[in-house]
T-cell receptor, first 114, second 111 residues
Framework: EDKVVQSPLSLVVHEGDTVTLNCSYEVTNFRSLLWYKQEKKAPTFLFMLTSSGIEKKSGRLSSILDKKELFSILNITATQTGDSAVYLCAVLMNYGGSQGNLIFGKGTKLSVKP | NAGVTQTPKFQVLKTGQSMTLQCAQDMNHEYMSWYRQDPGMGLRLIHYSVGAGITDQGEVPNGYNVSRSTTEDFPLRLLSAAPSQTSVYFC??????????FGPGTRLTVL
């Protein structure tokens, strides 16, 4: 059975801390891994990772994929209260020739205290 | 460019009633999908479509129907609502092998 597992499920930090969110997966027909941020509304896209070892960065957020060990991490440096959200990891399945489906983990709820 | 739109934003139904959740996108995406999000369960795929006239089941399809008569629209029908269908429903669309864009969601309560 295809599955995506995120850890920790919840995390409380103080502003300025650095956090690492984990995502491991066991899926057939892996295409890409995606990270989304969800703040009480629709998930918004952060990163899509397809190749191992290539870090993607956007401001204080960065992510990397390890296709050999089947995991990804999302790092947030110098956290701010606005980073408080649920971070979702999803694997895009490859069905060959057409856009595949996303399988989501249960998310990591990050709370950043002032 | 409105992206992905969903209506209604909120809905309360009684057990046994039927209704349709609307989803539309203006990005000319071939792929569209419906997810439900429940506390502690993450997002689970209900149905998806890879183009007009083509639909298929996801992880949790029971109690729901879909159709895709146009590229833009992908309605989700609840045939006979049950309390277990109380959830937040998200529609998403994607083009090619890129990211999928989510609509704002519909919060459904079944009494």
């Amino acid at each position: 059975e295809d599955k995506v597992v995120q850890s920790p499920l919840s995390l409380v930090v103080h502003e300025g801390d650095t956090v690492t969110l984990n995502c491991s997966y066991e899926v057939t027909n892996f295409r890409s891994l995606l990270w989304y941020k969800q703040e009480k509304k629709a998930p918004t896209f952060l990163f899509m990772l397809t190749s191992s070892g290539i870090e993607k960065k956007s401001g204080r957020l960065s992510s990397i994929l390890d296709k050999k060990e089947l995991f990804s991490i999302l790092n947030i440096t110098a956290t701010q209260t606005g980073d408080s959200a649920v971070y979702l990891c999803a694997v895009l399945m490859n069905y060959g020739g057409s856009q595949g489906n996303l399988i989501f983990g249960k998310g990591t709820k990050l709370s950043v205290k002032p | 460019n409105a992206g992905v739109t969903q209506t209604p934003k909120f809905q309360v139904l009684k057990t046994g009633q039927s209704m349709t959740l609307q989803c539309a996108q203006d990005m000319n995406h071939e792929y569209m999908s419906w997810y439900r999000q429940d506390p502690g369960m993450g997002l689970r795929l209900i149905h998806y479509s890879v183009g007009a006239g083509i639909t298929d089941q996801g992880e949790v399809p029971n109690g729901y129907n879909v159709s895709r008569s146009t590229t833009e629209d992908f309605p989700l029908r609840l045939l006979s609502a049950a309390p277990s269908q109380t959830s937040v429903y998200f529609c998403a669309s994607g083009g090619g092998w890129g990211e999928q864009f989510f609509g704002p969601g519909t919060r459904l309560t079944v009494l």
